[in-house]
């Protein structure tokens, strides 16, 4: 018989992203997705989100790849401290307040 994995854990990986709740990844990644679709000038899809932030705020460096942003936005990873950071700046949303709504949603 095959024994279930919990629904709740707390780890953290090499990067310190922390991961907890599928409920609340999800909730976190909808956070993001929202203040992404806020930001009416921009492309739409993921990539030119990311290339228009890397030429504006980034000096044209990688600093999020399309495949992180995905996981983030549909719930299977949180930020760490450092993508946070950098998704503050990207969206255009004071740093403090982000992460005070990513506390509040965990």
Do not use: V
């Amino acid at each position: 018989k095959r024994i279930k994995e919990p629904r709740f854990f707390l780890c953290y990986n090499k990067n310190m992203t922390l991961r907890k709740n599928e409920t609340q990844h999800r909730e976190i990644g909808n956070l993001i997705r929202k203040h992404r679709a806020s930001l009416t000038d921009l492309p739409k899809s993921r990539q030119g989100f990311i290339d228009d932030r890397s030429q504006k705020f980034f000096d044209c460096n990688d600093w999020i790849s399309e495949k992180t942003l995905c996981n983030y936005e549909n719930g299977k990873n949180i930020p760490s401290l450092e993508n946070i950071r950098n998704l503050s700046i990207a969206l255009e949303i004071d740093e403090l307040e982000f992460i005070k709504e990513i506390l509040d949603l965990l």
